[in-house]
């Protein structure tokens, strides 16, 4: 090996960067931790085939999907982006029997213009808990009762 090749070597070895750490897997380790400060959780499982976590709490055991939660909040700072999670995880936690009346629903984005019936006047269109599926369509969550069905605003 002659000296040239062997010096070039030697200094690309030197500056090769570090490989940057997997966003998701920082946000899974992000979700964890906050989810064992959490008093009412008792155990904290990583999913290694998939991007979630299985939670053992007082209400019983629960598989918390991440990639949404990811996506939602990749942009927020980190006091928002714990806010965010910790509101995610009173769903599993606290309100489980309110999660079982939650039903997504399709919708024309005409749905958002009208209003709903579960709508009043002052909230504005973009309050409620909706995301895009297609062109002209919505997917939305709603709270399924024996008479009516209630929109979920954010």
């Known amino acids: 090996m002659s000296f040239w090749s062997r010096f070039w070597n030697s200094r690309e070895s030197a500056q090769r960067p570090q490989t940057p750490p997997d966003p998701e897997a920082s946000f899974r380790d992000f979700v964890r931790a906050v989810c064992e400060k959490d008093h009412r959780v ?23 999907s991440l990639r949404n939660l990811f996506l939602e909040t990749r942009e927020l700072d980190s006091d928002g982006r714990s806010r965010r999670v910790r509101d ?31 709508a009043t006047a002052n909230v504005k269109r973009s309050s409620i808990l909706h995301r895009m599926l297609a062109p002209h369509l919505l997917e939305a969550v709603v709270v399924d009762r024996p008479t009516f069905m209630q929109v979920v605003h954010e």
């Open 88 to 118: 995610y995880l009173d769903i599993f936690v606290e309100q489980r029997e309110q999660l079982e009346l939650l039903y997504p629903v399709v919708r024309s984005t005409l749905f958002l213009m009208e209003g709903s019936q579960s």
């Open 42 to 64: 008792r155990v904290v499982r990583a999913m290694p085939d998939d991007f979630a976590l299985e939670l053992t709490h007082d209400a019983g055991a629960s598989v918390v």
